[in-house]
C-alpha cells in the first residue's frame, strides 16, 4: 500500500480538463484501496466524495487544491454521491478548511446525520453549476438510497460514484439501504445516458460505459439464476445456499456473498418466486 506523497496531482480527463481525478487511500473494500476524488468546474469547482479520514491524504488533497487555487480554480462546494465511510471521510474537514458547504441527497443526509453536516440537499434531475455545460444530478438508488451520479453535459462524462467500480464490486447491503431490485433499475436508469466515460469511485475511468452497464446487468441477472437454482422447496439457510448460488467465490469471501445473496433473495421475494421461512429460504 502506498502511502501519498503531500505533491501529488490530479490527473485530468482526456477530452475534458475541467474533470480532474484525485485518488485518495480510504478504508474501502478490497481489492480497491483509494476512492477517487473529482473536482470539477472551471474557476468555480466542486469537490466530489473527499473521502479519506486518514491525515496524510487529506493533506494531500488540501495541498492539491491550494494548488488550483494558486492558478485561480476555487473549490466552491463539496458533494457527496452517498453516505458510505469510504466516500465521505474527508467531508467535514475539507469543508472546515475551505469554509464551504456540503450538498447530497435528502437520504444521504439523512444517513450522516452526527457525523457529516450536509448544508443543501440535490435531487435528481437538478444541474449544479459546475463545468462548461453543468453537472447534471441522477438519482440512482440500489446501492444506497440517496446515491447519485452527475452527468458533465459538455463531455457526457457520468461521475458513477459506486454503480460500477474498475477495482473491485460493487456490494449491495440490504441492511444499510441496499435494493437488488432498485440497483438493477438505476443500471439500466444509467444507461440511458448514452456515457462518453464512467467515472467510478473506484479505478480508473470507464471508456466503454454501456457494455460495462450492460456486463453487470447481466452479471447480476446470472447470479439470481444460480440463485434461483439453488432454492428448492425444503428451506435452507443462507449459509446452506452459498456455495450452490457462489461456486465462483472462496470460502474466505462467504461472509460478503452472504449480504448479496440475501440482496438477491429479497428481490426474489418480491419477484415472487422465493419465500421466507424464518431464517432460511425455499422456492415460493
Ligand atoms: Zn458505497
Known amino acids: 500500500m502506498t502511502q501519498g506523497s503531500i505533491a501529488r496531482a490530479p490527473t485530468l480527463l482526456d477530452g475534458a480538463p475541467w474533470i480532474r481525478i484525485f485518488p ?22 466542486c469537490a466530489i466524495d473527499p473521502a479519506s479520514p ?7 488533497l488540501d495541498h492539491a487544491i491550494a494548488e488550483l487555487a494558486r492558478a485561480g480554480e476555487r473549490v466552491a462546494e463539496i458533494v457527496l454521491t452517498h453516505h458510505h465511510v469510504d466516500h465521505v471521510s474527508g467531508a467535514a474537514h475539507l469543508a472546515e478548511r475551505l469554509g464551504v458547504g456540503i450538498a447530497a441527497h435528502a437520504e444521504t443526509a439523512a ?27 441522477l438519482h440512482t438508488p440500489g446501492h444506497a438510497p440517496g ?6 453535459e459538455r463531455s457526457r462524462a457520468v461521475v458513477a460514484g459506486d454503480m460500477v467500480a474498475s477495482v473491485g464490486t460493487i456490494i449491495v447491503e440490504p441492511d444499510d439501504g441496499g435494493d437488488m431490485a432498485v440497483y438493477l433499475a438505476s443500471l439500466a436508469r444509467l444507461r440511458q445516458e448514452e456515457a462518453s466515460a464512467l467515472l467510478p469511485a473506484h479505478g480508473p475511468p470507464i471508456a466503454d460505459a454501456r457494455a460495462r452497464i450492460d456486463f453487470y ?21 443462507i449459509s446452506a445456499l452459498l456455495p ?41
Do not use: M
Request: proline share 6%.
Open 24 to 45: 485518495v487511500r480510504t478504508p474501502t473494500l478490497p481489492p480497491a484501496t483509494h476512492t477517487n476524488v473529482y473536482l470539477i468546474g472551471d474557476k468555480r469547482l
Open 217 to 237: 446487468i447481466a452479471h447480476r441477472l446470472e447470479r439470481e439464476a444460480r440463485v434461483l437454482a439453488a432454492l428448492s422447496v425444503e428451506p435452507r439457510a
Open 244 to 284: 450452490a448460488a457462489y461456486p465462483d467465490v472462496a470460502p474466505a469471501i462467504y461472509p460478503l456473498a452472504a449480504r448479496s445473496l440475501l440482496a438477491h433473495l429479497l428481490k426474489l421475494e418480491r419477484d415472487g418466486r422465493a419465500r421466507r421461512d424464518g431464517d432460511a429460504w425455499a422456492l415460493a
Open 111 to 137: 444517513r450522516l446525520r452526527g457525523r457529516v453536516a450536509v448544508t443543501r440537499l440535490i435531487e435528481g434531475g437538478e444541474l449544479l453549476d459546475f463545468g462548461p455545460g453543468g453537472l447534471r444530478a
Open 147 to 152: 446515491h447519485l451520479c452527475f452527468v458533465d
Open 54 to 60: 486518514y491525515e496524510d491524504e487529506q493533506a494531500a
